[in-house]
């Protein structure tokens, strides 16, 4: 079973708010991510990190920021969360000798009213 | 682009066999993987191609055509736990991977 912690699980905020998704592993990879999910739809990359104090912009990065001080911590931050950013993030961490095999978190479900 | 396809949904009946295909075109190809993701839930890992031909794992196979560009994944003996979205992913050249949208898996008693 991995070892992927994501917190919170839900959050429900208003419009404005600054928002810090955590996400923490214990199985010593390099390898982390975030990804945003809407239902019934591809998962979209965000940001990532190859290890400490590296981190990389995805796809859907415009409008969030991530840090990588600790090889277990990858936080997520929403400066100023809108009802666009309504969704599922999930955290993700991968071997770097096994790329494509991810262990990802539960997710964290947000609504921004 | 780069792009990855395959069925919105499909039925099926408990028990039975079911295939789910996955078609891809990728800046470069370093293996293909199949997840499951249930309803609220994260994915998890199911299986890996990078060379042609079947791999088989229990009652899951997944089958790989490079010159293709084309996946299959195969469940056999149908349980109701099977219910579940089905990804296809692809390994590019820059070793990230590229998802596609996801099978929805009904299966029917």
């Known amino acids: 079973e991995a070892d992927i912690y994501q917190t919170p699980r839900y959050l429900v905020i208003g419009t404005g708010k600054k928002i810090t998704l955590e996400c923490s592993q214990t199985?010593?990879?390099?390898?982390m991510y975030w990804y945003q999910q809407d239902p019934g739809m591809e998962l979209h990359l965000i940001h990532y990190?190859?290890?400490?104090?590296?981190?990389e912009k995805g796809d859907l990065s415009s409008e969030s920021t991530v840090s990588r001080i600790r090889t277990e911590h990858f936080p997520l931050t929403l400066e100023s969360a809108r009802p666009s950013h309504t969704s599922q993030y999930l955290c993700?961490?991968?071997?770097?000798?096994?790329?494509?095999?991810?262990?990802f978190g539960e997710g964290s479900r947000l609504t921004v009213l | 682009g780069q792009n990855i396809d395959q069925p919105t949904e499909m039925t099926a009946t408990e028990g039975a066999i079911v295939q789910i295909n996955c078609t891809y075109q990728t800046s470069g190809f370093n293996g293909l993987f199949w997840y499951q993701q249930h309803a609220g839930e994260a994915p998890t890992f199911l299986s890996y191609n990078v060379l042609d031909g079947l791999e088989e794992k229990g009652r899951f196979s997944s089958f790989l055509s490079r010159s293709k560009g084309y996946s299959y994944l195969l469940l056999k003996e149908l349980q109701m736990k099977d219910s579940a979205s089905y990804l296809c992913?692809?390994?590019?050249?820059?070793?990230?991977?590229?998802w596609g949208a996801g099978t929805k898996l009904i299966i029917k008693p």
């Open positions: 199985m010593g990879h390099d390898k």
């Open positions: 990190s190859y290890g400490v104090n590296s981190t």
């Open positions: 993700a961490s991968s071997d770097p000798g096994e790329a494509g095999e991810l262990f």
């Open positions: 992913a692809v390994l590019d050249s820059n070793y990230q991977l590229i």
